[in-house]
């Protein structure tokens, strides 16, 4: 892959690239605009619905060549400011 001033999005991967592909078709409403309440759904579709997002966030990861070590630093990182600044950790026996 090679990357060019001309094209912006040559850097993103094709998958997560959403203007080499159809716009992505959006949820339907989850709330009532009469009532502001939130838009009750059947067990199936809400099933469905977390099975897509598991399968997206597996795709992001997938493509997260991260080290799991840097994750564990940065809470600690965090941590250890919380407890400077007299805040209990956030991050606490996760890493």
């Known amino acids: ?3 060019t001033k001309s094209d912006p999005t040559a850097a993103v991967p ?3 690239n959403t203007q080499a592909t159809d716009p992505l078709p959006l949820p ?3 709330v009532d ?3 502001g ?3 009750p759904i059947s067990d199936s579709e809400w099933q469905q619905r977390c099975a ?3 399968a997206k966030l597996a795709e992001i990861d997938a ?3 991260t080290p799991e070590e840097t994750y564990e630093l940065l809470m600690r990182n965090i941590d250890e400011e919380r ?3 007299g805040r209990p950790p956030a991050f606490h026996g996760q890493h």
């Open 28 to 30: 339907p409403e989850g």
């Open 33 to 35: 605009r009469k009532t």
């Open 83 to 85: 407890r400077r600044q």
């Open 1 to 3: 892959m090679s990357l």
């Open 52 to 54: 897509g997002l598991e």
């Open 37 to 39: 309440r939130a838009i």
């Open 63 to 65: 493509h997260d060549a």
């Open 14 to 16: 094709t998958s997560l």
